[in-house]
């Protein structure tokens, strides 16, 4: 399997997961928890694994130029 198509598999794990983790956080309200998690700790998951998939993306997009280019990786 290219290291392209594992990155961008990655990336759209960890972009929807920060989607149900914000969603999560939404409906906890103030002082309620989700998943025995507190909404401040939701929104942090949730900010920080959209960081992740971001991140992900840009290294799916380094490797498909790499691999158009014919460099071993």
Do not use: C, P, R, Y
Not at 36 to 57: K, N, P, R, S
């Amino acid at each position: 399997m290219k290291l392209s198509k594992l990155f961008h598999v990655l990336a759209a794990v960890a972009g929807w997961v920060g989607v149900i983790m914000l969603f999560s956080a939404w409906s906890a309200g103030e002082n309620g928890t989700v998943f025995g998690f507190t909404q401040t700790h939701l929104f942090t998951d949730a900010a920080i694994l959209v960081l992740v998939a971001i991140w992900m993306q840009l290294a799916t997009t380094h490797h498909m130029t790499l691999e158009k280019t014919g460099e071993k990786i």
